[in-house]
């Protein structure tokens, strides 16, 4: 279980020792906060929620908006500026540029923003339930199908984009 | 073309295996003739492959030992005791699931003294951190920028914490957990390389009796031993300090006073 807590926290933060941290803290408040663990729910999920909040809240804290926030953004057409890489690590271009050069999936996946790749974390790379990430999430499982139809959809353009720009740097070699 | 378009999200559903059986079979029945729908099919499930074979980062062993002693104080706290004892079963069984994902088994222990165990988790810390010194290094340039961070993030006073001198410089400044909470550790190298912690967390909850404490110049901190170090555990503005390092008690004092002092 402590691995998945920090795999999802290396997905959402940018540096190891961040890393660290949020899961420390998260296993603090989530001892603080065990009258809230509901036994017959999962505890993984119960751990993500309060991993994400509790970087949600760094973010708030840092001056960093979370784009995407649950509710009304979520019917927006996948094919507007939306597709825009996360803003958390303050430097939107960067990160697709970055992303650009590398070419993989793991930079794509960094492009996306953050609620949208929490749940292609959950759903595709360790293989939750639906009803698990939705749980951990905080939203219905028709919200969670919604969010990772976009997100394939986003990363697979992505990898698109990022196709081109490979090709053109193996012909400069 | 807009059938095949709404074929999309079947497609979607199809990959993660959520499509009734009557659907998946019209579905597959369509993608036999549909050159457009089984490319759609196809960048799907090559998309699939490439998020499996993302690497499955493990937890560092450190970081396992430090969220398993967060577990530890916290049911070794005496708040948890005090609990009914129907309450106190669910968090024992809480706490018990929480750390099966980190391969520890944990004795159930009876209640400590929080300066014992803040004595005994620190040292535990500076023994973790003295067996990978060979990463201070590249930690040393970016501890300024951490300590300013860290005071920012959790409030505590690191940012007018002792800096370092000729004789004790600062190396590191991590993050570790004292208590149950979460604690700025700094980590300084005195010339004969050896390594001093000094981990500082919220304290106002935390008491030190006088009868415990020892005079060392006009300071009345606790001095206390768990080997290989000597600790000395004191209190200053709501903050609780607990340096730890393998001196002497003389040498060990001397630390203790160019950190106490070093602001007035």
């Known amino acids: 279980m402590l691995d998945g807590t920090y795999r999802l926290a290396r997905w959402l933060v940018p540096t190891e020792s961040e890393a660290r941290d949020l899961v420390q803290e998260t296993y603090l408040r989530a001892l603080e906060a065990r009258k809230t663990f509901r036994p017959e729910g999962s505890m993984r999920a119960w751990l993500a929620s309060i991993l994400r909040n509790r970087f949600v809240d760094h973010c708030r804290r840092g001056g960093h908006e979370v784009l995407w926030p649950d509710g009304a953004d979520e019917s927006r057409a996948l094919d507007s500026k939306e597709d825009a890489p996360a803003s958390f690590f303050g430097d939107d271009e960067l990160a697709r540029l970055t992303a650009l050069v590398r070419g993989d999936i793991s930079r794509a996946l960094q492009a996306l923003p953050e609620n949208h790749r929490t749940v292609v974390l959950l759903c595709d790379v360790e293989h939750w339930r639906w009803e698990e990430a939705a749980d951990a999430l905080h939203v219905p499982i028709g919200t969670v199908q919604s969010r990772l139809f976009r997100a394939r959809r986003a990363l697979r353009r992505l990898l698109s984009e990022y196709a081109p720009e490979e090709a053109s740097l193996e012909r400069v070699r | 073309m807009s059938a095949c378009a709404d074929n999309n999200l079947r497609i979607a559903l199809l990959v993660h295996g959520k499509l009734d059986p009557a659907e998946e079979a019209q579905l597959r029945a369509?993608?036999?003739?549909?050159?457009?729908?089984?490319?759609?099919?196809?960048?799907?499930?090559?998309?699939?492959?490439?998020?499996?074979?993302?690497?499955?980062?493990?937890?560092?062993?450190?970081?396992?030992?430090?969220?398993?002693?967060?577990?530890?104080?916290?049911?070794?706290?005496?708040?948890?005791?005090?609990?009914?004892?129907?309450?106190?079963?669910?968090?024992?069984?809480?706490?018990?699931?929480?750390i099966v994902g980190t391969a520890v088994v944990l004795r159930l222990r009876s209640p400590r003294d929080p300066l014992t165990l803040a004595a005994r988790q620190a040292v535990a810390e500076h023994q973790r951190i003295d067996a990978q010194r060979g990463l201070l290094s590249g930690e040393t340039a970016g501890a300024p920028l951490r300590l300013r961070e860290l005071a920012q993030r959790y409030g505590l006073p690191t940012a007018t914490a002792f800096p370092g001198d000729a004789d004790l410089q600062l190396v590191?400044?991590?993050?570790?957990?004292?208590?149950?909470?979460?604690?700025?550790?700094?980590?300084?190298?005195?010339?004969?390389?050896?390594?001093?912690?000094?981990?500082?967390?919220?304290?106002?909850?935390?008491?030190?009796?006088?009868?415990?404490?020892?005079?060392?110049?006009?300071?009345?901190?606790?001095?206390?031993?768990?080997?290989?170090?000597?600790?000395?555990?004191?209190?200053?503005?709501?903050?609780?300090?607990?340096?730890?390092?393998?001196?002497?008690?003389?040498?060990?004092?001397g630390v203790f006073v160019k950190v106490r002092t070093h602001r007035t």
């Open chain 2, 172 to 253: 590191s400044v991590r993050t570790g957990s004292v208590l149950g909470k979460v604690s700025a550790t700094l980590v300084y190298m005195d010339k004969q390389a050896r390594l001093v912690t000094l981990d500082i967390l919220p304290g106002k909850d935390v008491q030190i009796p006088p009868d415990r404490t020892r005079k060392v110049q006009q300071f009345r901190p606790v001095l206390t031993r768990v080997e290989p170090c000597g600790v000395v555990l004191w209190k200053q503005e709501g903050s609780l300090y607990v340096l730890a390092a393998p001196l002497d008690d003389q040498d060990l004092a």
């Open chain 2, 30 to 98: 369509h993608l036999t003739g549909c050159a457009g729908c089984a490319g759609e099919l196809g960048a799907e499930e090559q998309l699939s492959r490439r998020l499996d074979e993302l690497p499955r980062l493990a937890a560092p062993d450190d970081l396992r030992a430090r969220v398993r002693d967060i577990l530890r104080a916290r049911r070794g706290s005496s708040s948890l005791l005090r609990m009914a004892s129907r309450r106190l079963l669910a968090a024992g069984a809480i706490a018990a699931m929480l």
